[in-house]
């Protein structure tokens, strides 16, 4: 007896370090050591490509929407939901963005107003069903999805590029970063950029994660994903707050169409497939649970960035068969949902040992 | 309608009843697609006798060919209402765990040469092996669910991502063609008989898994399970093994349909083989009307929304809706059953029937 008692002794003080940092930052850092150990390995062996700015810039160039886009899933799966309707909804708002801008010669201003608005009507929609009908928000979220691939290819069949030239001029703007620019092979010298969509992007991080850390609604989406049943008791309106995740998350996902728009610059039912899959993917390598009530938006960043440097890792290193790039995403996911478990397994054993 | 409700009391009790059962929602969504074909164009049930260009008796006609095209999503939603019922989650790999198993059968049957003249392998063995590829796949989903204890949704989402990537990766990213017919006999047609085989391995499917039902504690088991983990374990069950098991189960189903998938076109699309099939098969296990959060489960209203899925299909094809725009017909479809068969909708829709039932009794008396 004595010698069972004296066991769980050890794993008490070992568990104290663990439960002294909350669940949001210990996935978080896990998190950052990854991408950071992951870009500075691909430096040693890969070498130069990864040295020049320029590649870094171009991953978030390409990405500047997943990012906004796993930002809304992030907030929907921190509430305790998921929103598999982004990768349609992209597609949806580009396609008809270009219908309207090509076709009906429209201007900018209008064309953002239509993705605002599509992507909160898809999000008031879904929100409506999942909060305050309680139907479970995969199904909603993927009849979502349907209805929008099918609107795309309905609103037009066929991919086309717009000429729009208000539009051609906005898409090629570039925002030159001084000092960080590089020699070219040609021996010129080529400023680094990055595209008004990384501008959004962060914009989009910074002011969701001050509004996830500080304001009353931000703290509430904890809550109710961590325990419903508590955070009603705690005086939060538990259906208002999964509601305005969906209607953020739809927002979102409406922003992030325009930055995709804008990166692609054309229209196109195959846009933006398997999208919402890299979004959950990123948001689960940044350290969100699905479960709900963890996650960090700077965490869901690193996790789009640790995706796509992968991907770079993949196609630089050779491995250019389109397969590989699946089979690594997959294999990082599965590394990082395994990591959580045990994390999280642990974490729990050492809070039970304490009490 | 209100008055015959007042005659009998028993009688607006049966209809509540029948309102309330599982089948209800398939078998009534089912009805109305039938009579809306019906009124629409009565001959959209004509069957026709032919020969096709082989020379074999063909039946051909609307109804044979969704008989024919769902064959593959019933198998699925066998699996896959088995798994919702025991994990609360869903599968969303089998798609891609079709184009898996079905990149195996070719593999196994063209060897390394990707146009063979003749087959290489007996076609039992690459069933055989396909069989075993698709439920270690399985098995690694249940392993990722059951163990470590990731929500279903999650852990397939690996091999939702991979799976493609897996199947081109086997067949060296080329597309085998066999040209032997008799591989064909599995998606078309067994010489002399007018029936899509199709058909009869769905039904083979179905009567293994009734058996199994009703002559082993499976059914039983996975509903404990679904329902509550930590008392049905208290109860002397393994939750995790019965979880494990089922993923297996559905690995089988994978194996089947993706027989019939590839046998079909003796050829394999990596990237569209089989898309979105996991969508249809989940929708299938909803229409249903099972709990996709787990628990009981009615596995024949499963097997008939399958049915209703590609009846849907069909019908919006006849009226010459583009495959790509199906989506969206189908998710206004899926949004109105959820809607309907939600529970609170549905005390809704009951008070007002009651509210309706007491006016006309306060008048009665009155």
Known sequence: MSQTKKAPAPKAGQGNKFSNMTDTNL??????????????????????????????????NGNAALIIVSCGMSI???????????????????????????????????????ALAIGLAFGV???????????????????GMFFARGMTTIVNTDPFNVQNEAFVALKDTRIIIPGLGSVNKLGKYVDAYIEIGVVAALIVVVVLFCMLRWSKLGRGFYAVGGNPQSALMLGINVRRTKFISHVLCGLLAGIGGFVYFMHVGSGSPSHAQGMEM????????????????VGNLIGTFFGVLSLNTIQNIVSSAGLNDAWWTGITIAGMLCLFLVVQSVVMARKKLAIKAKS | MTQSKEIKKPSSGLAARIFRQQMFIPLAALFLLALFNFIMDPSFYRISFDYNSVGNPVLSGNIISILDAGSELAILAIGMTLVTAATGGQDISVGAAIA??????????CGTNSRPDTLQAPIFVAILVSCVVAMLFGAFNGMLVAYFRIQPMVATLILFTAGRSIAAWINNNELPIISDPSFGVFGGFIPGIPIPTPIFIAAGCMIVIALVLRFTNLGLYVQSVGINESSSRLNGLNPAFIKFLTFVVLGLCVAV??????????????????K???????????????????????????????????FLATTLYKFKVQSTALPAYKAVVVILLVVLSAPKVREYLARIGK?????????EAG
């Open chain 1, 27 to 60: 996935l978080l850092f896990i998190t950052i050591v990854v991408f950071f150990v992951m870009y500075i390995g691909a430096i040693l062996i890969q070498g130069k490509g990864f040295l020049k700015p320029q590649t870094f810039f171009n991953i978030l």
């Open chain 2, 276 to 310: 979105d099939i996991e969508m249809d098969a989940i929708l299938a296990v909803a229409l249903g009307g099972n709990a996709l959060s787990g628990g009981k489960f009615n596995m024949k209203a499963s097997i008939i929304g399958a049915y209703v899925i590609q």
């Open chain 1, 278 to 293: 890299n979004a959950i993917a990123s948001s689960i390598i940044g350290g969100t649970l699905l479960t709900g009530g």
């Open chain 2, 100 to 109: 898996i198993s079905g990149s195996v059968v070719l593999r196994v049957l």
């Open chain 2, 257 to 274: 349909a993706g027989l019939i998938k590839v046998s079909r076109f003796s050829s394999i699309n990596y990237s569209v083989v089989a």
């Open chain 2, 355 to 363: 509210q309706i039932r007491q006016k006309t009794h306060v008048k």
């Open chain 1, 125 to 143: 929609v879904q929100g409506f069903l999942v909060a305050y009908l309680d139907i479970q928000p995969f199904i909603v979220t993927l009849a």
């Open chain 1, 76 to 114: 929907v799966m921190i509430t305790g939901g998921i929103d598999i309707s982004v990768g349609g909804v992209t597609a949806l708002v580009s396609m008809c963005c270009a219908v309207y801008l090509d076709f009906h010669n429209g201007n900018i201003f209008m064309s953002v107003l239509i």
